[in-house]
T-cell receptor, first 111, second 114 residues
Framework: GQNIDQPTEMTATEGAIVQINCTYQ??????LFWYQQHAGEAPTFLSY????GLEEKGRFSSFLSRSKGYSYLLLKELQMKDSASYLC????????????FGAGTQVVVTP | DSGVTQTPKHLITATGQRVTLRCSPR?????VYWYQQSLDQGLQFLIQ???????AKGNILERFSAQQFPDLHSELNLSSLELGDSALYFC?????????????FGPGTRLTVL
């Protein structure tokens, strides 16, 4: 299997910025996805990176460095509703599209 | 709402029993993926179908099987259930097969085995 590492939990204040790191060790890398998951609900798609660099989507941005096996998800202007688990998932070239997920980072937003 | 539907939402059954979980993909999507999420294991890929054919297998037990029908809906069959099979089961779909397609997840089926 592949090693995908992300921190277990992060806490931040409403209005602040939080950066969630994800490192992976893999060969045949196709791309990296970020999903948000509220407890007991379905993962929802946030972003996809296939090339090195930053992808920005409103308050959320995601960065990828293929050579370093590293990605981060940046959440700006945090809102209480952003309290959720954030899942990093790797897609491999020989996998027909299956995703290998990290364990998730629980973000807690405090008032 | 992702457009992927799953039934039932909740299922409570006993050890040794067999259940069937159903998934309808988004309109136009040909690929269906099944994932299992338990508290101690995270989200684990089980199996993938594309246009009716099995394409990839993950950590799926022999007691589990799946299929995709001509109308593209899919069913996951779990038999000889054990306590450890209690989990959330998600179905996801994407337009094609391949790692560049975004997968959209259904609301899941929560299975409780007593």
């Amino acid at each position: 299997g592949q090693n995908i590492d992300q921190p277990t939990e992060m806490t931040a204040t409403e209005g602040a910025i939080v950066q969630i790191n994800c490192t992976y060790q893999t060969s045949g890398f196709n791309g990296l996805f970020w999903y948000q998951q509220h407890a007991g609900e379905a993962p929802t798609f946030l972003s996809y990176n296939v090339l090195d660099g930053l992808e920005e989507k409103g308050r959320f941005s995601s960065f990828l460095s293929r050579s370093k096996g590293y990605s981060y998800l940046l959440l700006k202007e945090l809102q209480m509703k952003d309290s959720a688990s954030y899942l990093c998932a790797v897609s491999l070239t020989d996998s027909w599209g299956k995703l290998q997920f990290g364990a998730g980072t629980q973000v807690v937003v405090t008032p | 709402d992702s457009g992927v539907t799953q039934t039932p939402k909740h299922l409570i059954t006993a050890t040794g029993q067999r259940v069937t979980l159903r998934c309808s993909p988004r309109s136009g999507d040909l690929s269906v993926y099944w994932y299992q999420q338990s508290l101690d294991q995270g989200l684990q890929f089980l199996i993938q179908y594309y246009n009716g054919e099995e394409r990839a297998k993950g950590n799926i037990l022999e007691r589990f099987s799946a299929q995709q029908f001509p109308d593209l809906h899919s069913e996951l069959n779990l038999s000889s259930l054990e306590l450890g099979d209690s989990a959330l089961y998600f179905c996801a779909s994407s337009p094609r097969v391949g790692g560049t397609d975004t997968q959209y997840f259904g609301p899941g089926t929560r299975l409780t085995v007593l």
